[in-house]
């Protein structure tokens, strides 16, 4: 497991204080996620399409799950997330972008106990981005190598600004379906010419390194179960075995090979927690031949064995539901 640096550490015990508009800004996203969510814990689906908000006010252990292209902020809080061996931290003062489907593992932090963790996601439209960089008025930058499909950045008003307006939008559901879509541009501008957005713009751009990469770990996810040939993949995104190899390791911080196990681990623990199919089931739909090889691989990754992991997680779902049941009989 990745270890965090005492940089990071450091940088989430005593983090820098915004400036006096940005806080400003960051107050009223705060007023606006809390009026959205009423001050209860979970996620909420706004009336914007691919906008959703959360509020956490008792975190637990590390969550592994699927990153697809989004610009995540946090309001409140601080999020650490663990990409291969990459660990990535933002919080307020930074804005995360993912590019391309990527396993992770994150786990949400709080500022104080009175203070529950606030944040939002804006699923991004890769199609709407290779719009916008196909426009001539874009400012031109320069071409970027294929480079990790996620990213932390500095936050400022010019990515903030709209995101409050498009957040505003849920209390005036009737201006959605015109003004949404044209906020949502501006914002990927922003993205675009700001910092970073240079590796935004590889997974639009036709024929890059990273948009091939893309579309190899398309083919992945809807074939995770098979076994891997690295000669056949290559030779579908038209590049060579090696050039293959380095590129995939460039955005994903993981080999191919590594990729696809944490696909199958992921799919494997999905089906036995929420379909309620049997550990040996679960091990062979997902490509497993090997009972023992799938049980060590999944406790190197989810930190328990199969079952052990599946009674954890039904008895705490259970006490989920009777402290529901009791909150409602109350």
Known sequence: MPQETPEIAAAIAQPMPLEPELDEARKELVALIN???????????????????????????????????????????????????????????????????????????????????????????????GKLIGDEKLPAKANAPASRGMYVNRIGMPVLEPVLRLLRLVETPEDVPIMAPLIKREIMYRLLVNGEGARLRQIALQDSHTQRVAKAISALRVNYAQSLRIEDM?????????????????????????????????????????????????????????????????????????????????????????GAGSMQAA
């Open 234 to 322: 290559a030779r579908a995104v038209h590049m060579s075995v090696s050039s293959f190899h380095h590129h995939f390791k460039a955005v994903t911080a993981m080999s191919p090979l590594q990729y696809q196990k944490q696909l199958r681990l992921q799919e494997a623990r999905r089906q036995m927690l929420m379909a309620g199919v049997d550990v040996a089931s679960a091990a062979h739909s997902v490509g497993y031949e090997s009972p023992s090889q799938f049980a060590r691989e999944y406790s190197r990754m989810f930190g328990a064995p199969p079952l052990r992991d599946k009674r954890r997680w039904l008895g705490e779902a259970e006490n989920d539901a009777l």
């Open 35 to 129: 009026r959205i969510t009423r001050g209860r814990d979970g996620t909420v689906e706004t009336p914007v399409a691919g906008l959703q908000v959360y509020c956490i006010s008792k975190p637990d252990g590390p969550k592994h799950a699927f990153a697809t292209p989004a610009l995540g902020l946090i309001a409140q809080g601080s999020k650490r997330i663990i990409v291969g061996d990459d660990i990535y931290v933002y919080d307020p003062m930074h804005y995360l972008v993912t590019s391309v489907d990527l396993p992770v593992c994150g786990q949400v932090r709080l500022t104080s106990e009175n203070e529950p963790y606030l944040g939002l996601r804006l699923e991004l439209a890769i199609d709407e981005i």
